[in-house]
């Protein structure tokens, strides 16, 4: 059974820090894109972070970037975001889903993506 689950998300003041897991279960990693999404009440789902399949290049939303991290352990099959320097508007469920075979590229679009987690609430408030 192909399974995505996101975890370590929380409630964390503003400049705080968090880190997310996506781990896979019932497929391999390796072999796809992985992104991460987050969706804020009342608003479109936003493509946050990826890393591509072939060879871990990284891409970021100018919102996130120089604040925010994805890598990927293969061997624990696991996607990690380290989120620093959080802000009030980063506050929303964030999502990691997979796509296979994408290259050197991932898309930014949610609808090119084949496997979703469940999501994990991010809330940045003092």
């Known amino acids: 059974q192909v399974q995505l689950v996101e975890s370590g998300g929380g409630l964390v003041q503003p400049g705080g820090s968090l880190r997310l897991s996506c781990a896979a279960s019932?497929?391999?990693?390796?072999?796809?894109?992985i992104g991460w999404f987050r969706q804020a009440p009342g608003k479109e789902r936003e493509g946050v972070s990826c890393?591509?399949?072939?060879?871990?290049?990284?891409y970021y939303a100018d919102s996130v970037k120089g604040r925010f991290t994805i890598s990927r352990d293969n061997a624990k099959n696991t996607v990690y975001l380290q989120m620093n320097s959080l802000k009030p508007e980063d506050t929303a469920v964030y999502y990691c889903?997979?796509?296979?075979?994408?290259?050197?590229?991932?898309?930014?679009?949610?609808?090119?993506?084949?496997?979703w987690g469940q999501g994990t609430q991010v809330t940045v408030s003092s």
């Open positions: 019932g497929f391999t990693l390796d072999y796809y894109a």
């Open positions: 890393i591509s399949s072939s060879d871990g290049s990284t």
């Open positions: 889903a997979a796509v296979a075979s994408y290259g050197s590229s991932c898309p930014w679009s949610p609808l090119s993506y084949d496997y």
